[in-house]
């Protein structure tokens, strides 16, 4: 039968129980009084190997009980406690419920050490713990903070959203059949076909778009009187020639246009 860890007494049948970590050896330490806001320094309780008190084992056991008229998980008592005890008989040594995150603070200059409040006989006492190797504080840090989820002190990543509630209620609704029944028919009127039909024929008749200018340039008339044809080809260089023959005989001076005369009897030939 399971008990409560702080009193002994026994709990109620429907109490579940279950350990959320566990060191087999954990040193602890009586400290002195804090004398910063800041927190606690692990090299003032270590340098003194008289303020090592006791070698513990520890354990992290969650405690939680059912309501018995509740319907759903929300009503459950969740507690977690942190037990040091002795590592060859079990006997109890001191405990600290671990009622806020403040309960348990790491040390400012060590991983491996913290500061956990202990409770006894009406008591408070504040007693320095101390893990011998780095991966079980971390684990240890692990764990405190699943109790912290568990708990409330901080929000638990894996809990539904209410979007999504919400689209697990829709996706639970059953779904309805919109499908057509055997010898159902559907009209559908489509308005404004003839509008569009009547635009798109104006559309057609709008002007032409401008034109490119290389359209442009090739769209312009000939001038009158060329046919529309091409430009007739150059001359040959013999068809020169022969013009520029034609054009000395045409124009060179008779012996009358330079002022003689033949005379009579042509005595100038």
């Known amino acids: 039968m399971n008990t409560d860890p702080l009193t002994g007494e026994p709990l109620p049948p429907t109490a579940i129980q279950r350990i959320l970590y566990l060191a087999p050896k954990v040193h602890v330490y009586q400290i002195p009084p804090l004398t910063s806001t800041k927190g606690y320094q692990a090299s003032s309780w ?5 303020r090592q008190i006791f070698t513990a084992r520890l354990r992290i056991l969650e405690t939680s009980i059912p309501s018995p008229t509740a319907t759903d998980d929300s009503a459950e008592k969740v507690s977690t406690t942190l037990l040091l005890e002795d590592p060859s008989s079990g006997q109890l040594f001191a405990a600290a419920p671990y009622t806020a995150p403040n309960i348990v603070e790491q040390a400012l200059d060590s991983s491996r050490f913290f ?63 919109f499908s057509l029944k055997e010898g159902q028919t559907i009209s559908i009127k489509l308005g404004g076909l003839k509008g569009r039909r009547e635009r798109r024929e ?15 340039l090739f769209s312009i008339k000939p001038p009158p009187g060329s046919g529309g044809g091409f430009l007739p080809a150059p001359p040959s260089a013999k068809s020169v020639k022969e013009e520029r023959r034609r054009s000395r005989q045409s124009f060179e001076p008779k012996p009358e246009d330079l002022g003689f005369d033949d005379g009579e009897f042509g005595e100038f030939q």
Do not use: H
């Not at 270590?46 to 008289?50: C, E, L, R, S, V």
């Not at 032409?208 to 200018?213: R, T, V, Y």
């Open 115 to 177: 500061a956990i409040t202990v409770v006894g006989e009406g008591r408070k006492a504040v007693l320095g713990m101390g893990f011998e190797e780095r991966t079980e504080a971390f684990d240890f840090n692990i764990a405190l903070q699943d109790a912290r989820r568990a708990l409330g002190f901080e929000p638990n990543p894996n809990a539904a959203a209410p979007g999504r509630k919400a689209a697990s209620k829709a996706a639970e609704e059953p779904k309805r059949d």
């Open 202 to 216: 104006d559309d057609s008749k709008s002007p032409e778009q401008p034109k490119s200018e290389q359209d442009a």
């Open 46 to 50: 270590t340098a003194d190997p008289k």
